[in-house]
């Protein structure tokens, strides 16, 4: 167990990581928008750091990227596993097989005559 003292700077510390964190993912938003865009669309403008900063906000609010517990990833994946534990082997052979019969998963087509 972690020593009391030393809970604060530790706290701090994930915090000031975090902030850097974001502050390279607004840098890198930027520079993409500015190498990306601005060349290949013709009358999009370069962006400023805070123009940058928005767009990111913009996004993880849109496409859900601040959700944790319920709403992420390990909320599915436990849900899944929960799906799997619950089907007898008859009903985990049959999802295999539709999984399989996928088109990502079908075998290569043999051109025999």
């Given amino acids: 167990m972690m020593n009391k003292k030393f809970k604060g700077p530790a706290i ?22 500015n190498n ?22 913009l996004s993880k609010l849109l496409f859900g990227g601040f959700k944790k ?4 990833r390990g909320h599915w994946k436990n849900k899944m596993k929960a799906k799997w534990e619950a089907m007898s082997e008859e009903e985990r052979e049959k999802f295999k097989q539709e999984w399989k019969n996928r088109c990502w998963m079908k075998p290569k087509a043999t051109t025999e005559p």
């Fill in 12 to 33: 701090a510390g994930f915090i000031l990581i975090g902030i850097a964190f974001a502050a390279l993912a607004i840098w890198v938003v930027m520079l993409l928008w």
């Fill in 69 to 72: 517990g319920c709403g992420g």
């Fill in 36 to 57: 990306i865009l601005t060349v290949a669309v013709h009358g999009v403008n370069s962006i400023s750091y805070w123009q940058a900063a928005g767009i990111f906000l």
